[in-house]
Structure formats: structure tokens, C-alpha cells
């Protein structure tokens, strides 16, 4: 017998029974994006390899060791998308949405990179990014975390989740920093793992977010960033830090917190929980201002934020919000005899056209009224149809609910679109 192909490594399944959840959570995000008046622009999965590594950095662990990267048969190096920023900024510039403009955008997908897979951590991952254009001052960074606030408010969450904040200052700022930090760690260079020796040399600012406890004691004694930032910087921050306060929104100040991408400058910030062991961040964005030109368009301001679905929905499902999810089917049709199927599913489309919410399954496989029953009883619905031959020969059709201790009813089909509406509350088509 031939071997059962399974998933690839690190690549997972959304089951029916967990899709309520995700499509719960779903539905919050579109609906609080949608009232801070955000846009959904919709992106290829696949880019050619050059935007990443001219976005990313080619000496990043993103580009060196996480792509999945493949030559398509016209011989052009194509890539998965290992994160959203880019694909989102090379449409914008793409299509004229950057310049003279300000846009809020979203997006949501799959996102793709070649790590070792854990919990919270897979190969296939399913993020949501907001991105913003063409707004410079810290007001649009106030309110992209104001936004993540809400998210968390809507979803039960708030209190298991910390805002923290820094900024990275200017590119040369960042320049200078990064000159301090080589002469600091260079004289501990016999204290750091292979991982930091690596980073010294092409990106030292990642030397802070060592996980590394050795490294983590000699990051505590290191300069920090603040000490070489210039007035406008600061002021920046302080701009955005005022609003919070006064929005009332908590935050800590982390001044170890660095992003691994070379184009982030300014603001940076990450919603963190503890209830997920080592994979705390939930959330993380910051501003990328230099990203645009880099891509080749005239500068812009841009900030955005990433966040990790399948992190968010662990943390949900741990406080169990996401049992408040609806039920799949609130009404299962039975249909036993010759001719009542047919007759079930011209009713059921019938219903459907009047109750457009309505979630109606009809039996299909035939069976006797008995197996028929249980099947509808283990589909969560609230209320059974129930046609036979009698039915039909009348034009009528049995009700029973499922859920409730109530003898079973019968009535004309043409009356029980208006039963079903009063007894789930939902909407006709006609108000």
C-alpha cells in the first residue's frame, strides 16, 4: 500500500472546526480597519527575487537562508513572499499610488520562509500588514498603534498584551550608533556567540535582541541609541509618546528594541505577550521612510505593522474568545422519500433568496429518516426541515427543533421562511 502523503514540514491545515475562529477574528480586523477609513489592496503571493533583496538586504538571514526561491521556466528568479512591506510599496509605486499621496492600505495571506518550525512559528504563516504613505509627523504612528489597541479591545485581549516602544532615530544617527556598538562589542568579541560575531560585521544593531543570556548581560552595559539622537528625532518621539498619553494607551520604552530590517528608522514598536513562551511578539511595525526611495520611487513617509495570525489566534483561543463563535448551520433539511429531493432543494433555494443569512444544509446521500436525524442533530443546527412523501404530496413541511424539548410542527412551505425568520432572528431580503 502506498504511503499517505502529508502536509510539507512546517506547512499546516486550518480544520473546519478551528476556520469559525479565524473567520471571527477575521471579520474584527476588516471591520476596525475599515472604520480608521484603511483599504484593502490585494497582492501577488509570488515576487521576482530582486525585490526582497533589494528591499531586505541580501546579507540578511531572510535572503541568505529562509526564501523559497526557485527559477521559473523563462529562467527568472522568482520568490514566495517572505513578508508583505515590499510586495505592498512595489505596487504602490507599480500603479502611482505614493507620490503627492497618502494612502492607507491593508492586506492578509500567507507569507512564506524556510525556518525551523515551532509552536507559533511556521513555514506558511498567515499575516495581516497595514501600511501607510505620505504622512510624516508622529500623529499617523499614534494612530497605527491606537488601531492595534482597538484590535485587541475587540478581540478580549487587551490585557495580555504590552505596547513597547523606541526609535531608531535617522540613518546617519543609526550610522553613528552602529559605529559605538562595533567598538563596544569588539572589545567583548570572546563573549559573543557565532550568531553576533556574524551580526557585528553586517548588522550589530541585531547584537541587542540577542536571546543569548551571555550576550543579554554585555547588550545591558551597551550604549544606547537615545544617547545619539539629534533634536528633530527626539522630537518625533516625544510627539508620539504625548498622543499616547493622552489617548490614554500604555507603553513601555524599550531602548533595546531594533527591527532586523536595514530600511526601518524613527518609530518602532511591538505588542508582546507572555503567554506564549518564546514567541511573544504578537505584533511589530515601525516606520520605513528610506524603503521607498530604495525601491526606486521619490521619498515618501511610510509606517506600517505586521501581525502574526496564527500567534494571535493561539492567544485567543488560550482565553477562550473564540468560543463565542457562531454556529455553522442553523437550520439541517431532511428529505426521505422518492421525490422529496427535489422538492427539499427548490425550498432551500427558495429560503435562501428570502433569509440571505440563513445557513441551511440539505441531507445529500440519501439514507433512512433515523441516520438522517443524527446527522442533523451532530451538525449544531438549531432546527430540522423534515420532508416525506406526505410533505411533498401536500405542500407542507415538518419542523422540529433540535435544541429545545418541543413537539414537532407542520406547516406549508410557503409559510416557513417567515417562522424561520422570527424563530432565529435574522433578515428577510425584504427587510
Not at 7 to 25: K, N, Y
Not at 120 to 130: A, C, N, W
Not at 178 to 203: C, G, P, W
Not at 327 to 356: F, N, W
Request: with cysteine.
Amino acid at each position: 500500500m502506498a504511503k499517505n502523503i502529508q502536509a510539507v514540514r512546517g506547512m499546516h491545515d486550518v480544520l473546519p472546526e478551528q476556520t469559525q475562529s479565524w473567520q471571527r477574528v477575521e471579520k474584527v480586523f476588516q471591520q476596525v480597519l475599515a472604520s480608521y477609513g484603511y483599504q484593502e489592496i490585494r497582492l501577488p503571493i509570488v515576487e521576482k527575487t530582486e525585490l526582497f533583496n533589494r528591499s531586505i538586504g541580501e546579507v540578511t538571514d531572510i535572503v541568505e537562508k529562509e526564501m523559497y526561491t526557485f527559477d521559473d521556466r523563462n529562467g527568472d528568479s522568482l520568490t514566495l513572499r517572505p513578508e508583505g512591506t515590499a510586495g505592498c510599496l512595489r505596487a504602490g509605486i507599480e500603479h502611482g499610488l505614493l507620490h503627492n499621496q497618502i494612502q492607507r492600505l491593508w492586506y492578509y495571506g500567507p507569507m512564506f520562509r524556510h525556518e525551523r518550525p515551532q509552536k507559533g512559528r511556521y513555514r506558511q504563516f498567515y499575516q495581516l500588514g497595514v501600511e501607510t504613505y505620505g504622512m510624516a509627523g508622529p500623529d499617523i504612528d499614534a494612530e497605527i498603534i491606537i488601531l492595534g489597541h482597538r484590535l485587541w479591545t475587540q478581540l478580549g485581549i487587551r490585557d495580555k498584551l504590552e505596547l513597547q516602544l523606541n526609535t531608531l532615530g535617522s540613518k546617519e544617527e543609526r550610522q553613528h550608533y552602529r559605529e559605538k556598538l562595533v567598538v563596544y562589542f569588539s572589545k567583548h568579541i570572546a563573549l559573543l556567540d557565532d550568531d553576533s560575531r556574524r551580526r557585528l560585521q553586517t548588522n550589530p544593531l541585531r547584537i541587542l535582541d540577542s536571546k543569548n543570556p551571555e550576550v543579554q548581560a554585555l547588550v545591558e552595559q551597551a550604549p544606547t541609541l537615545m544617547d545619539s539622537l539629534g533634536d528633530e528625532s527626539l522630537q518625533h518621539f516625544k510627539g508620539l509618546t504625548h498622543l499616547l498619553d493622552e489617548l490614554g494607551i500604555d507603553y513601555k520604552i524599550n531602548c533595546r528594541l531594533v527591527r532586523g530590517l536595514d530600511y526601518y528608522g524613527y518609530t518602532v514598536f511591538e505588542w508582546v505577550t507572555n503567554d506564549l513562551g518564546a514567541q511573544g511578539t504578537v505584533c511589530a511595525g515601525g516606520r520605513y521612510d528610506s524603503l521607498v526611495e530604495q525601491l526606486g520611487a521619490r521619498s515618501s513617509s511610510a509606517i506600517g505593522f505586521a501581525m502574526g495570525m496564527e500567534r494571535l489566534m493561539a492567544l485567543v483561543e488560550m482565553l477562550g474568545e473564540a468560543s463565542t463563535a457562531k454556529r455553522s448551520i442553523d437550520v439541517y433539511m431532511i428529505c426521505v422519500g422518492d421525490k422529496t429531493q427535489a422538492v427539499g432543494m427548490v425550498l432551500a433555494e427558495t429560503l435562501r433568496t428570502y433569509l440571505p443569512t440563513l445557513k441551511l444544509q440539505v441531507h445529500c446521500g440519501g439514507g433512512s429518516f433515523k441516520s438522517q436525524f443524527k446527522k442533523a442533530d451532530k451538525s449544531g443546527a438549531d432546527i430540522a426541515l423534515i420532508i416525506g412523501d406526505d410533505e411533498v404530496a401536500n405542500d407542507e413541511v415538518g419542523v422540529k427543533s433540535l435544541r429545545k424539548k418541543q413537539d414537532q410542527n407542520i406547516m406549508a412551505q410557503k409559510e416557513v421562511g417567515m417562522y424561520l425568520q422570527k424563530a432565529l432572528n435574522i433578515t428577510s431580503s425584504e427587510g
